[in-house]
């Protein structure tokens, strides 16, 4: 199985200040095809997960562009350009490589 | 607008069966592939199953075996078959679409 690692599990951040979430996977997510299967989830308190990123750094539909993703094979980072207040959520990433399809532990982000 | 409607959780006994819905909207089932993916109550997620726009289908270790996920165009729904159910199997149940929609989620609760 591919495991997933995160960093930090907690970040306190400051509204109107950037933040970045790091994501570290045990095997290269690099497909075939070029595309790196690795896609980023925020669940918002009493919400179900909603896409942020997919294939490492496309966002999805609606998404603020102050969210980012990049990195390629077993590194890949979320940064947020600017936080507010309604970011506060977990993130996870997750790779569809191969099944069974895996999850980072996730990131708390809160406001200080 | 792409939805998903996730139903059917409830108490169960251990050793019992449920089954989950998964029912669809803003696009059909079978056009892209279908995960189900469970949250333990404060854990993060766990994915559990997938079925590919092609029909195949695959489990985590932990479900091989006990849980079925199949779909019905017809009804442009996805099901999740969980028979022999324990303890460590309650959770909240979602539905997600490929890399996008997930839905609100199902609660699975097994105890005695």
């Known amino acids: 199985d591919i495991v997933m690692t995160q960093s930090p599990l907690s970040l306190p951040v400051t509204p109107g200040e950037p933040a970045s979430i790091s994501c570290r996977c045990s095997k290269s997510l690099l497909h075939s095809n070029g595309y790196e299967y690795l896609d980023w989830y925020v669940q918002k308190p009493g919400q179900s997960p909603q896409l942020l990123i997919y294939?490492?750094?496309n966002r999805a539909s609606g998404v603020p562009d102050r969210f980012s993703g990049s990195g390629s094979g077993t590194d890949f980072t979320l940064k947020i350009s600017r936080v507010e207040a309604e970011d506060v959520g977990v993130y996870y990433c997750?790779?569809?490589?191969?099944?069974?399809?895996?999850f980072g532990p996730g990131t708390t982000v809160d406001i200080k | 607008e792409v939805q998903l409607v996730e139903s059917g959780g409830g108490l169960i006994q251990p050793g019992g069966s449920l089954s989950l819905s998964c029912a669809a909207s803003?696009?059909?089932?079978?056009?892209?592939?279908m995960s189900w993916v469970r949250q333990a109550p404060g854990k993060g997620l766990e994915w559990v199953s997938v079925i590919y726009s092609g029909g195949s289908t695959l489990y985590a270790d932990s479900v091989k075996g006990r849980f079925t996920i199949s779909r019905d165009t017809s009804k442009n729904t996805v099901y999740l078959q969980m028979n022999s159910l324990t303890a460590e199997d309650t959770a909240v149940y979602y539905c997600?679409?490929?890399?996008?929609?997930w839905g609100q989620g199902t609660l699975v609760t097994v105890s005695s």
């Open positions: 997600a679409k490929g890399q996008g929609a």
């Open positions: 997750m790779q569809t490589l191969q099944t069974p399809f895996t």
């Open positions: 294939l490492g750094s």
């Open positions: 803003g696009f059909t089932v079978s056009s892209s592939y």
